[in-house]
């Protein structure tokens, strides 16, 4: 807590329509009177040292405030520039991303009982980046699995499921043809199961998930998923189609030490400045973020409201929901309902 009773946590707007949806939570932020400050940081990209590199003011701030929250970050294409939402993940070793996936009242789909979790471990695997060509019209790429890096995801995975009451981990792999990478992955998943003896530990191939899942999603209601980067990275936006897209999506990047809340959509140029922007991801990424800081009874109390809102048709939601509301209407109808 600061100086004035209030937890300071940063607050990295971000590109596009993310002016527009982090006004929106702070608008409901403030009118549910939560005790959070907000400190803005700039994460322009600097190049040091001949590489990408987030500005010190935001590394310090992040640093100090430990939890921040994050709107959609453009790529610059062809500046230079590697990524700066994997930059973000390296600077601050953001190792597990978390995406719950529930189905919300009002945003019709083809299921109305989805309600699962999904934790893509977020470093290493086939996303490291160790490429080269070996001879003309041939390359190589390395997909890097350490026995470090699958030991902390999984933990964490199971940590998770306790923390909401999930009572299965379900480890999604290929080791049927990487034995080698995915072995790793799963044999490590099946000695730290051991230390969890409450909560029984999954095995399912990733194609097999698939299908399973778009069949029908019942059988994930008790589980949390656990995988290597890429196939979470694919799986996450599967499910997020499951209830209805990237609009209603939130998710949680988990450091050691630091961590960054942030909806998975990016910035959104087509309708950038046209105040019609959802701003449902963010807000319910700053759910987790405020069950993270347990702020729960805030968090209880906004989430209703959101629901609710979402809840009450086509005049109140946003219109990639099919709805008609602006931003701002929209936010103004998630206040009344606080
Ligand atoms: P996008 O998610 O920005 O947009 C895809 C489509 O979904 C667009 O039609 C957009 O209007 C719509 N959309 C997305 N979020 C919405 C919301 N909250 N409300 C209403 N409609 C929404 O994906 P893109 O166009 O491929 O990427 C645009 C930029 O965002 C790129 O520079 C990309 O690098 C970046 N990006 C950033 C992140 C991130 O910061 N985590 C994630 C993905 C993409």
Redo the contacts with the bound molecule.
């Keep these: 807590k600061n100086a004035n009773g209030k937890y300071t946590v940063t607050m990295i707007e971000?590109?596009?329509?993310g002016v527009e949806?982090s006004q929106a939570v702070k608008d409901i932020y403030a009118a549910a009177g939560v005790p959070i400050e907000w400190e803005p940081v700039d994460v322009t990209p600097i190049i040091k040292d001949g590489r990408t590199a987030i500005p010190d003011v935001a590394i310090e701030s992040i640093n100090r405030n430990l939890v921040a929250l994050?709107g959609?970050?453009?790529?610059p294409v062809g500046k230079g520039h590697v990524?700066l939402?994997l930059t973000l993940r390296r600077t601050f070793n953001l190792f597990a991303n978390v995406r719950p996936c529930k189905s919300i009242e009002g945003c019709a789909t083809a299921y109305d009982n989805v309600d699962t979790v999904l934790i893509r471990e977020n470093t290493e695997g086939e996303y490291s980046g160790i490429e080269h060509v070996v001879v003309p019209g041939v390359v190589q790429s390395i997909k890097l699995i350490t026995r470090p890096a699958c030991e902390r995801v999984i933990r964490y995975a199971f940590q998770y499921a306790q923390s909401i009451g999930k009572t299965r981990v379900l480890v999604v792999h290929k080791a049927s043809i990487m034995k080698m990478s995915d072995g790793l992955f799963l044999k490590t998943a099946q000695d730290i199961a051991k230390e969890f003896p409450d909560i029984k530990l999954e095995s399912e191939i990733l194609d097999n998930t698939c299908l399973r899942m778009v069949t029908d999603p019942e059988p994930y209601k008790p589980v949390v998923m656990v995988m290597p980067n890429l196939y979470g990275d694919i799986l996450s936006d599967m499910c997020s189609g499951l209830i209805g897209g990237?609009?209603l999506t939130p998710s949680g990047n988990m450091g050691d030490k630091v961590s960054i809340f942030?909806?998975?959509?990016?910035?959104?140029?087509?309708?950038a400045g046209k105040g019609?922007?959802?701003?449902?991801?963010l807000l319910l990424s700053s759910m987790m973020m405020l069950r993270h800081m347990k702020l729960n009874e805030y968090a209880d109390k906004i989430e209703s409201a959101i629901l609710a809102t979402l809840a009450s048709g086509p005049a109140n939601i946003?219109?990639?929901l099919k709805g008609t509301a602006s931003t701002k209407h929209y936010t103004e109808q998630v206040i009344s309902r606080l």
Excluded: F, Q
Excluded at 72 to 75: D, E, I, Q, S
Excluded at 262 to 271: N, T
Excluded at 276 to 281: D, F, G, S
């Design positions: 971000g590109d596009g329509i949806i994050k959609p970050l453009a790529t990524s939402n990237l609009g942030e909806a998975v959509h990016g910035s959104a140029p087509d309708i019609l922007a959802n701003p449902t991801a946003t219109r990639d």
